[in-house]
């Protein structure tokens, strides 16, 4: 069966870094896009970055453009976020999900599965 298990995550002080990692199983993983979102308390779950099958193309929220990015190693089935400069408004659980093609891959509705989460809390 499919699983997504996400790693890295932690507590840092803002303007540190963390690496993010998603282990994925049970499937071709070269074959689909994946993606990064995030969900903070009592806020919505939202797009961070999206990533094509090979890794030649990617996508950023505009909040994370130029501090985090998006990377993947098919050999490994591993998808990777590398987040620098972070700030206290980056605290939230972090999920990798495997998106269903030909959906948006900025919206959470267009993946079929979901890691369990990791939480990054960023302190000022």
């Known amino acids: 069966q499919v699983q997504l298990v996400e790693s890295g995550g932690g507590l840092v002080q803002a303007g540190g870094s963390l690496r993010l990692s998603c282990a994925a199983s049970?499937?071709?993983?070269?074959?689909?896009?994946m993606g990064w979102f995030r969900q903070a308390p009592g806020k919505e779950r939202e797009f961070v970055a999206a990533i094509s099958w090979s890794g030649g193309r990617t996508y950023y929220a505009d909040s994370v453009k130029g501090r985090f990015t998006i990377s993947r190693d098919n050999a490994k089935n591993t998808l990777n976020l590398q987040m620098n400069s972070l700030k206290p408004e980056d605290t939230a659980v972090y999920y990798c999900?495997?998106?269903?093609?030909?959906?948006?891959?900025?919206?959470?509705?267009?993946?079929?599965?979901w890691g369990q989460g990791t939480q990054v809390t960023v302190s000022s």
């Open positions: 999900a495997r998106r269903m093609p030909p959906g948006d891959y900025a919206l959470p509705r267009s993946y079929d599965y």
């Open positions: 049970g499937y071709t993983f070269s074959s689909y896009y």
